[in-house]
């Protein structure tokens, strides 16, 4: 997972002229994968999002999973 920020380009919005994604990738054991993105902002429910995605791969609702990021705070 990692998070970045888009700049807009039309200013008229009340953001300070940017938005931030947050976009990641989900590999299984077997080499199959999905990504994912959301703007975080927009996204109120960013949680139930990722656990959707891994739910779709398999994933049990007590299965350990590891998540790699750059440990920036937002991410979390």
């Known amino acids: ?7 807009l380009i039309d200013k008229k919005s009340s953001n ?3 938005f931030q994604v947050i976009a990641g990738k989900s590999i299984k054991a077997d080499g199959t994968s999905k990504c994912f993105g959301m703007v975080l902002s ?4 960013s949680r139930r999002r990722i656990f959707e995605v ?5 994933m049990l609702r007590n299965q350990q999973v590891t998540f790699l990021s750059d440990r920036e705070s937002s991410i979390r």
């Open 42 to 45: 927009y996204d109120t429910k």
């Open 54 to 58: 891994l739910k779709s791969q398999g």
């Open 16 to 18: 300070s002229g940017y």
């Open 1 to 7: 997972m990692d998070g970045g920020y888009v700049r």
